[in-house]
């Protein structure tokens, strides 16, 4: 069973609605699925590199600096220790791992998940895209502003044949670009719009449908 959707020629006119079809656009709602999806992607995304060194790790000899008693001095057994400058450091932060995995099945049904709710919220558009000979921002804006979605946080999913066109993209304001064929569930539900382009369906459905 098809569904239809909004379709914009590539001046941003409304035309005719389209019918899209595949389990990518007609999948009932899974949070399990989200919910795995959405945390194993942003655990691998998480940038840990807070490292600090403890008293074993840090360089110097571990020879005591004088001897126990009868210089005056406070007690010390190492130089490494962290009363020192350049000692070890307590309780500091150390590198973790945070990734996890997640199943293929499970990231694809998330993705089913996340498109076909931006398709029953009526937040799915498609449109038609011309090759562009120069990158144009101007352009890009003006086809957002003719569909009344400029004001807008979208994502945009194209081909990835046109540098041009992505360079077009990249620099509009609330507005990110992706592959069809690269794109994940929480990509899709960061943003409130889903626009395609119609020569980019093919790929979404061909990659994961």
Known sequence: MAV?????????????????????FESEFDENSLYYAIKGHLAHV????ASVKGRSEVKGSGRKPWRQKGTGR???GTRKSPLWVGGGVTFGPIRKEYNFKVNKKVKRKALYTAVSKRVSDGKFVVIDKEE?????????????????????????LYNGNDENFYKSCRNIPNLDV?????INAYEV?????????????????????
């Not at 001046?11 to 899209?20: P, V």
């Not at 395609?196 to 979404?204: C, R």
Request: proline residues 3%; aromatic residues 8%; charged residues 25%.
């Open 178 to 182: 992706f592959e069809a064929n690269r």
């Open 132 to 156: 562009f000979a120069r990158p144009s921002s101007k352009l890009v804006a003006s086809i957002l502003k003719a569909i009344g979605i400029q004001r807008e946080d979208i994502l945009l």
């Open 4 to 24: 239809k959707v909004k379709y914009y020629n590539s001046k941003g006119e409304q035309q005719d609605n389209i019918a899209i079809s595949g389990p990518i």
């Open 74 to 76: 406070a007690r010390h």
């Open 189 to 209: 539900l960061k943003k409130d719009w889903l626009i395609v382009t119609k020569d980019a369906i093919g790929t979404l459905t061909g990659a994961f449908g």
């Open 46 to 49: 998480r940038q840990n590199n």
